[in-house]
């Protein structure tokens, strides 16, 4: 399974992103995908998942402002925020979980909020 992470970039603070992620390989239909990130100096982090039957997880400091989804025909995740804040600075990775144990990692997308 290959996971490609795009759509980070610099905003301003305030601003928004979306970041997709798109899984292809041997995907298997039950899974789950989501976003962790880490910043500098700091250790990876769960921002938000997704099962395959439509259950959501957030980490409490990202409700409200960032949005999961996913297109389980593209087998596609997607990452959408808001109100951007100069601390959700950080490399954005996505991640795949399938039975019985695989795990796999894209290879992280930028984020830089800054003025």
């Known amino acids: 399974v290959q996971l490609q992470a795009s759509g980070g970039g610099l905003v301003q603070p305030g601003g928004s992103l979306r970041l997709s992620c798109a899984a292809s390989?041997?995907?298997?239909?039950?899974?789950?995908m989501g976003w962790y990130r880490q910043a500098p100096g700091k250790q990876r982090e769960l921002v938000a998942t997704f099962t395959s039957t439509g259950t959501t997880n957030y980490a409490d400091s990202k409700k409200g402002r960032f949005t999961i989804s996913r297109d389980n025909a593209k087998n596609t995740l997607y990452l959408q925020m808001d109100s951007l804040k100069p601390e959700d600075t950080a490399v954005y990775y996505c991640?795949?979980?399938?039975?019985?144990?695989?795990?796999?990692w894209g290879q992280g997308t930028q984020v830089t909020v800054s003025s």
């Open positions: 390989g041997r995907v298997f239909s039950i899974n789950t």
């Open positions: 991640n795949l979980r399938q039975r019985p144990s695989y795990v796999y």
